[in-house]
C-alpha cells in the first residue's frame, strides 16, 4: 500500500471513529432533554406531596377531629408514603442526569482528541479527486458527470431559496396590505351605520396605510417575478408571472381616489387575499423543490464519495 493510500484510509477511520462519537453524543443529548423533562415533573410531585404532608402535621381542629376519629395517623402515613416515592423517583433521575452528563463530557473530550478530523478527511478526498481527474477510467468520466450535476443542482439551490425569500416578504407585504384593508371595512360598515366623526377618521387612517403597503406589496411581488424568472431556467412552477406583476394596479386605478365606497374596500381586500394564496401556493411548491434538490445534492454527493472511497 502506497503512502496516500495509507493516509487516506487512516483519514477515512479516524472520521468514521468521529462519527460514531457524535452520533453517541447526539444520543445522550437527548437523553439529557428527556430525563430533564421528567425531573421536573418528579420535582413538582414531590413537592405537592411535602405540601400534603405538611398540611396534615399542622395542628387544626380538622386534625383533631380525624385523630378523635381514629383515620387521621392513616392518612398522614399514606401522604408520608407517597411523598418517599416521589422523593426517591426524583432522586433517582437526578443520580441519572448526573450520570449521562458525565458521560457527555467524556465524549467531548473523546471527539476534542481526535483533532480536526473533518478538516483531514476532506483534504485526502481532495487529493483523491485531483488523482482520478488525472487518471483515464470510467471513474473519471461518471465522477466528472457528478461534479456537473452538482453545480446545476447547487444554482438552482441558490436560484429557489432567494425566490423563497422573495416569497416571504411579498407574503409579509400582502397580509400587511389585508390587515390594514380588514379595519377599514370594518370601520366603514361602522360609519356606514352612523359612527361619526371617529369612525371615518379611523377608516381614512386605514386606508391611508392600505395605500402604503399597496406600494410594499407591488415592489415585493415585482422582486419575486424576478427571482421566479431565475428559477424557472432550471423547472416549470406553472405560474402565470404576468398577473403578479399588474397586481397593484387596481390599487393605483382610482381606489384610493374613490375610498369612500364601501364596495370598493371590500373588493380590494377579496382582491389581496386572492393574491396571498396565489403566493402562498406558490412557496409551497418552491419549498417541496427546494427540498428535492437538496435530496438530489445529497445523493451526488454519496456517489462522488463512494467513488472516491473506491
Known amino acids: 500500500m502506497d503512502c496516500f493510500s495509507e493516509r487516506f484510509q487512516a483519514a477515512k477511520k479516524r472520521k468514521e471513529i ?3 462519537i457524535r452520533a453517541k453524543i ?5 437523553q439529557i432533554d428527556e430525563l430533564g423533562v421528567k425531573i421536573s415533573e418528579f420535582k ?5 406531596e411535602k405540601g400534603d404532608v405538611d398540611r396534615l402535621n399542622r395542628f387544626s381542629l380538622s386534625r383533631l377531629w380525624a385523630s378523635i376519629r381514629g383515620n387521621g395517623v392513616e392518612k398522614l402515613k399514606k401522604e408520608e408514603q407517597e411523598y418517599i416515592e416521589a422523593k426517591i423517583r426524583w432522586e433517582i433521575a437526578t443520580r441519572q442526569l448526573e450520570q449521562l452528563n458525565k458521560e457527555r463530557e467524556k465524549l467531548s473530550l473523546d471527539l476534542t482528541a481526535l483533532g480536526n478530523v473533518d478538516t483531514e478527511y476532506e ?3 481532495k487529493e483523491k479527486e485531483e488523482i482520478l481527474k488525472r487518471e483515464d477510467s470510467p471513474q473519471k468520466k461518471r465522477f466528472l458527470e457528478l461534479i456537473e450535476k452538482g453545480e446545476t443542482l447547487k444554482n438552482k439551490e441558490k436560484e429557489i431559496k432567494e425566490a423563497i425569500n422573495a416569497g416571504n416578504r411579498a407574503a ?7 390587515d390594514d384593508l380588514n379595519t377599514a371595512e370594518n370601520w366603514g360598515i361602522y360609519d356606514m351605520l352612523g359612527g361619526g366623526l371617529i369612525a371615518t377618521a379611523v377608516k381614512h387612517s386605514s386606508i391611508d396605510k392600505a395605500e402604503e403597503q399597496a406600494y410594499y406589496a407591488q415592489n415585493a411581488l415585482s422582486s419575486l417575478k424576478k427571482e421566479l ?3 424557472n431556467r432550471y423547472m416549470d412552477l406553472g405560474v402565470h408571472l404576468g398577473g403578479l406583476a399588474t397586481f397593484a394596479d387596481y390599487f393605483f386605478d382610482g381606489f384610493f ?7 370598493r374596500i371590500e373588493d380590494a381586500h377579496s382582491r389581496a387575499a386572492d393574491q396571498l394564496g396565489q403566493v402562498e401556493n406558490l412557496i409551497a411548491k418552491l419549498e417541496f423543490e427546494l427540498n428535492e434538490t437538496v435530496k438530489g445534492l445529497e445523493r451526488i454527493e454519496k456517489e462522488k464519495k463512494e467513488i472516491l472511497e473506491g
Open 229 to 231: 424568472a431565475d428559477v
Open 257 to 263: 381616489v374613490d375610498w369612500a365606497i364601501q364596495t
Open 44 to 48: 413538582k410531585s414531590m413537592d405537592k
Open 26 to 30: 447526539n444520543q445522550v443529548d437527548r
Open 18 to 20: 468521529a462519527d460514531g
Open 123 to 125: 483534504q485526502v478526498l
Open 172 to 178: 409579509d407585504a400582502l397580509r400587511g396590505l389585508i
